[in-house]
Nanobody
């Protein structure tokens, strides 16, 4: 399974970016996976941002609620993250991930995901 993330870049505070992640792989049943975005800032641990579960439910980290929107296209095998009203503290490398955990507590954990993209840098200047 290969996840390829793209769409990062540099933006001023208050601006917007849209990240996309394309999944591929033999016998990869995209529809059955929870798809998430995580981020990792320099010197910090990788942290949960948002997840779009296989059943349609979405969850967000508190600091991005109302600003970020996760969406998926099961026909195209893609998951997007629309980021609005960006803040300097959103600066990080963003990773997409896919997993099939059914345990709610793991949806926000790195351990809940089996496949990871390569990461894309998002830089927000003040």
């Amino acid at each position: 399974v290969l996840l390829q993330a793209y769409g990062g870049g540099w933006v001023q505070a208050g601006g917007s970016l849209r990240l996309s992640c394309a999944a591929s792989g033999r016998d990869f049943n995209f529809r059955s996976y929870n798809l998430a975005w995580f981020r990792q800032a320099p010197g910090k641990e990788r942290e949960f941002v948002a997840v779009h579960r296989w059943n349609g439910y979405t969850y967000y980290e508190d600091s991005v609620k109302g600003r970020f929107t996760i969406s998926r296209d099961n026909a195209q095998n893609t998951v997007d993250l629309q980021m609005n009203s960006l803040k300097p503290e959103d600066t990080a490398v963003y990773y997409c991930a896919a997993g099939r955990s059914t345990i709610m507590s793991t949806l926000r954990a790195v351990s809940g995901y089996d496949y990871w993209g390569q990461g894309t840098q998002v830089t927000v200047s003040s």
